[in-house]
């Protein structure tokens, strides 16, 4: 200490004065300091940890990103063009008035995007993993086949997955080799300076996904088809089938060769749906493989557009001439919107008898149509459909399905916690894809997982 003549204000001399007790305050600040970081450490790690502790959310229809789409057309096995959709993430802000025109032979009708999709809009930062999607059907895929699971592909674009949809082929071989060429056409956009989904790609995270006849091309892509010849495409990494299958092909075939996870989902009404167990069992070199049985759905419960489609079409139809008879009834060949709405409610009864029982309509399933609309179809003011106009159960479907509000939201949540636990690498998604989960959510879902 520097002792100083305050009087005179002159320091003659600086002077040392040792105090008794300085060694014991060095030794009382450092342990002061000492305590104060470790605190600081604890109050980091109860952070982290109360964090991590907070319970994980399931995935949302609206991720992280807004949603971009485009379409193109590529050249596909023995030089035919089709129409290849694309659903991507961005950055772009949400376009609320958003649409997709559809194309018919008799003209085309608009469809709303879900989630305000920016047409061409430049791709978020990626890379990204890749899903290509086979649509239902064995005819050649008509223009709406692509946006048959519309919300569900612009949800997983905005959590951060790039979809492909191509229109398919009538032959069941051509669509499992045309799959290999869509990837081949994505990656070399993905690989090109200056495309609009340059850089865009993740090669070594590739997913195969497909509902019926769809369903069947894509494990035959996934897996090989030995009898005709084609071999499994070693880029795809996972897969996500709904109820597939064909006449022509019995997927139990190659089943052992098929070795990566996969999610498959299958109701109880529909003639394939039998099939899900015995293909599942086959799969002996999958792990994880997971079977989702939906106890009741019917085929095109696992179409997440059905509803809102069928609600879209019919109200374009009754705005454009509010006189036209009843949409959902009357088929109205000349108004492609009406038209549209028709055959999506009376689908099960259109495809009997050569799909069989069990493919289910929109007036099966979908209880909600036509509520709010400008020619109400709930007179009574339940807030439902009203009958007979809807019918859960009719000749050609025996049981009443799980409805629309239910089922859609359990094909987003399997399908995207899937996609987020085995082609993001995200594993704490596993947790929505148990047997518990469905249980203590009261889901209309049995899971088995191998």
Same mark, same amino acid.
């Given at each position: 200490?520097?002792?100083?003549?305050?009087?005179?204000?002159?320091?003659?001399?600086?002077?040392?004065?040792?105090?008794?007790?300085?060694?014991?305050?060095?030794?009382?600040?450092?342990?002061?300091?000492?305590?104060?970081?470790?605190?600081?450490?604890?109050?980091?790690?109860?952070?982290?940890?109360?964090?991590?502790?907070?319970?994980?959310?399931?995935?949302?229809?609206?991720?992280?990103?807004?949603?971009?789409?485009?379409?193109?057309?590529?050249?596909?096995?023995?030089?035919?063009?089709?129409?290849?959709?694309?659903?991507?993430?961005?950055?772009?802000?949400?376009?609320?008035?958003?649409?997709?025109?559809?194309?018919?032979?008799?003209?085309?009708?608009?469809?709303?995007?879900?989630?305000?999709?920016?047409?061409?809009?430049?791709?978020?930062?990626?890379?990204?993993?890749?899903?290509?999607?086979?649509?239902?059907?064995?005819?050649?895929?008509?223009?709406?086949?692509?946006?048959?699971?519309?919300?569900?592909?612009?949800?997983?674009?905005?959590?951060?997955?790039?979809?492909?949809?191509?229109?398919?082929? !009538?032959?069941?071989?051509?669509?499992?080799?045309?799959?290999?060429?869509?990837?081949?056409?994505?990656?070399?956009?993905?690989?090109?300076?200056?495309?609009?989904?340059?850089?865009?790609?993740?090669?070594?995270?590739?997913?195969?996904?497909?509902?019926?006849?769809?369903?069947?091309?894509?494990?035959?892509?996934?897996?090989?088809?030995?009898?005709?010849?084609?071999?499994?495409? !070693?880029?795809?990494?996972?897969?996500?089938?709904?109820?597939?299958?064909?006449?022509?092909?019995?997927?139990?075939?190659?089943?052992?060769?098929?070795?990566?996870?996969?999610?498959?989902?299958?109701?109880?009404?529909?003639?394939?749906?039998?099939?899900?167990?015995?293909?599942?069992?086959?799969?002996?070199? !999958?792990?994880?493989?997971?079977?989702?049985?939906?106890?009741?759905?019917?085929?095109?419960?696992?179409?997440?557009?059905?509803?809102?489609?069928?609600?879209?079409?019919?109200?374009?139809?009754?705005?454009?001439?509010?006189?036209?008879?009843?949409?959902?009834?009357?088929?109205?060949?000349?108004?492609?919107?009406?038209?549209?709405?028709?055959?999506?409610?009376?689908?099960?009864?259109?495809?009997?008898?050569?799909?069989?029982?069990?493919?289910?309509?929109?007036?099966?399933?979908?209880?909600?149509?036509?509520?709010?609309?400008?020619? !109400?179809?709930?007179?009574?003011?339940?807030?439902?459909?009203?009958?007979?106009?809807?019918?859960?159960?009719?000749?050609?479907?025996?049981?009443?399905?799980?409805?629309?509000?239910?089922?859609?939201?359990?094909?987003?949540?399997?399908?995207?916690?899937?996609?987020?636990?085995?082609?993001?690498?995200?594993?704490?998604?596993?947790?929505?894809?148990?047997?518990?989960?469905?249980?203590?959510?009261?889901?209309?879902?049995?899971?088995?997982?191998?």
């Amino acid at each position: 200490m520097i002792r100083r003549n305050w009087f005179s204000g002159v320091t003659p001399k600086a002077i040392e004065i040792p105090r008794p007790h300085d060694g014991l305050l060095r030794v009382g600040r450092q342990r002061r300091d000492d305590l104060i970081q470790l605190l600081a450490v604890f109050a980091v790690l109860v952070l982290s940890t109360l964090a991590v502790a907070q319970p994980l959310a399931p995935p949302e229809m609206r991720g992280d990103y807004n949603v971009g789409e485009t379409k193109f057309l590529a050249t596909m096995t023995g030089g035919r063009v089709t129409t290849i959709q694309v659903f991507y993430p961005t950055l772009v802000d949400v376009q609320d008035a958003s649409q997709y025109t559809v194309f018919t032979p008799a003209g085309p009708y608009s469809l709303r995007s879900p989630l305000g999709a920016a047409h061409d809009a430049p791709v978020a930062p990626g890379p990204f993993p890749l899903v290509v999607y086979d649509h239902g059907g064995p005819i050649a895929g008509p223009d709406n086949v692509r946006l048959s699971q519309l919300s569900l592909h612009e949800s997983m674009a905005s959590n951060g997955f790039i979809v492909a949809v191509a229109l398919h082929s !009538s032959d069941a071989v051509i669509r499992v080799r045309d799959l290999p060429l869509v990837i081949d056409q994505m990656l070399s956009r993905s690989a090109t300076d200056g495309d609009l989904l340059a850089n865009s790609i993740d090669s070594a995270r590739v997913g195969i996904s497909g509902f019926s006849a769809g369903g069947a091309a894509a494990i035959a892509a996934a897996q090989g088809w030995s009898e005709k010849g084609l071999a499994a495409d !070693s880029r795809i990494k996972a897969m996500v089938v709904y109820e597939p299958g064909t006449f022509n092909y019995s997927p139990q075939i190659d089943a052992g060769a098929l070795a990566m996870p996969y999610l498959i989902m299958g109701g109880t009404q529909y003639w394939i749906a039998a099939t899900v167990p015995t293909y599942f069992n086959a799969t002996v070199n !999958s792990s994880p493989r997971y079977y989702v049985q939906n106890p009741n759905a019917v085929h095109f419960s696992y179409q997440c557009n059905f509803a809102t489609e069928i609600e879209q079409t019919r109200e374009a139809a009754l705005l454009a001439n509010p006189s036209i008879p009843e949409p959902l009834t009357t088929l109205i060949p000349s108004n492609p919107a009406a038209a549209r709405a028709y055959m999506l409610w009376n689908q099960g009864a259109l495809v009997f008898p050569g799909f069989g029982a069990g493919a289910g309509g929109g007036r099966n399933f979908c209880n909600r149509v036509g509520v709010n609309s400008i020619r !109400s179809l709930d007179a009574d003011g339940d807030g439902f459909t009203d009958s007979p106009l809807f019918s859960p159960t009719d000749a050609f479907t025996l049981a009443p399905p799980i409805p629309e509000e239910e089922m859609t939201p359990m094909v987003h949540l399997y399908t995207l916690s899937f996609w987020k636990a085995h082609l993001q690498g995200e594993n704490r998604y596993r947790h929505f894809l148990t047997p518990g989960y469905a249980h203590h959510n009261n889901l209309k879902a049995v899971v088995t997982i191998e």
